[in-house]
């Protein structure tokens, strides 16, 4: 069974560090993985989705990166503003079957 | 520029009544799905649908239908709602099936006392 685990559970930085998120999983039969943003009361928004042929995708300031033989993604921002408060998530195929596993996610604050 | 749309964003049931949450897109995806999110459990998979008239099961079908009569449309019901059905609801479509990139609507809460 895929689990999906991502540390920390949650940051806070002031404004304008670059920081790291992690995430692991334990099947690395993957062919993708989505990054997620997570607003308050909200819906998820897809960041970045990265095909097992990749090893990297950017879109702005936020980087993924995939390493499937390690079973490990970091999504890397930088020059964080507040803005970027959010609660982050990545998600990978389930395996053998539809859908996706998520992580618990990461809350990040950044202090102005 | 709809996307995927959730109603009722908010509902409190009795253990025992019966209700429907109602998700559709306007983004002419095939695949829609529904997840729970739950403290400390993550997004799990309800159910989901390939295209109109097919529906499967996903990893905590127990105690919800679905239904896929148009492209546009995903219902889901809740045919006699306990307790542990307290949770978010999200419904997500793709172009691109289940590994697509989702797109999910706003949550309906649902609290049933």
């Known amino acids: 069974k895929q689990e999906v685990t991502q540390i920390p559970a949650a940051l806070s930085v002031p404004e304008g560090e670059n920081l790291v998120l992690n995430c692991s999983f334990t099947d690395s039969a993957i062919y993708n993985l989505q990054w997620f943003r997570q607003d308050p009361g909200k819906g998820l928004t897809s960041l970045l989705l990265?095909?097992?042929?990749?090893r990297e995708q950017t879109s702005g300031r936020l980087n993924a990166s995939l390493d499937k033989s390690s079973g490990r993604s970091t999504l890397y921002i930088a020059a964080s503003q507040p803005g970027d408060s959010a609660t982050y998530l990545c998600a990978v195929p389930r395996g053998g079957a539809d859908g996706l596993t998520f992580g618990k996610g990461t809350h990040l604050i950044i202090q102005p | 520029n709809a996307g995927v749309t959730q109603t009722p964003k908010f509902q409190v049931l009795k253990t025992g009544q019966s209700m429907t949450l109602q998700c559709a897109q306007d983004?002419?995806?095939?695949?829609m799905s529904w997840y729970r999110q739950d403290p400390g459990m993550g997004l799990r998979l309800i159910h989901y649908?390939?295209?109109?008239?097919?529906?499967d099961q996903g990893e905590v079908p127990n105690g919800y239908n679905v239904s896929r009569s148009t492209t546009e449309d995903f219902p889901l019901r809740l045919l006699s709602a306990a307790p542990s059905q307290t949770s978010v609801y999200f419904c997500a479509s793709s172009r691109g099936g289940s590994a697509g990139e989702l797109f999910f609507g706003e949550g309906s809460r649902l609290t049933v006392l």
């Open positions: 983004m002419n995806h095939e695949y």
């Open positions: 990265i095909q097992s042929s990749q």
């Open positions: 649908s390939v295209g109109a008239g097919i529906t």
